[in-house]
């Protein structure tokens, strides 16, 4: 699920809403790290695509930031 070897997956969530996955990860430059999201259909996943959606494009998350899911709401 890693985009490039400067990412690392920290989180993994299934939404059952619109049936994909919502990936967490951090993304390493020379500046530091970048934490990043981004959403898969599962339906794109059976086929081999992982890239996904950017989701939070607005937002800088700066690790050790942290993102909450509540799968209830």
């Known amino acids: 699920m890693n985009l490039g070897p400067r990412?690392?997956?920290r989180s993994i969530f299934f939404n059952k809403q619109n049936n994909s996955i919502f990936i967490v990860y951090i993304r390493k430059n020379n500046l530091g790290s970048q934490m990043k999201c981004r959403s898969?259909?599962?339906s794109e996943i059976k086929i081999g695509e992982t890239k996904g959606t950017k989701v939070f494009?607005?937002?800088i998350l700066q690790y050790p930031d942290?993102?909450?899911f509540d799968d209830l709401n």
Do not use: T
Request: charged share 35%; hydrophobic share 40%; net charge negative.
């Open 66 to 68: 942290f993102i909450e």
């Open 7 to 9: 990412d690392q997956v």
């Open 57 to 59: 494009r607005d937002h």
């Open 40 to 42: 898969i259909p599962i």
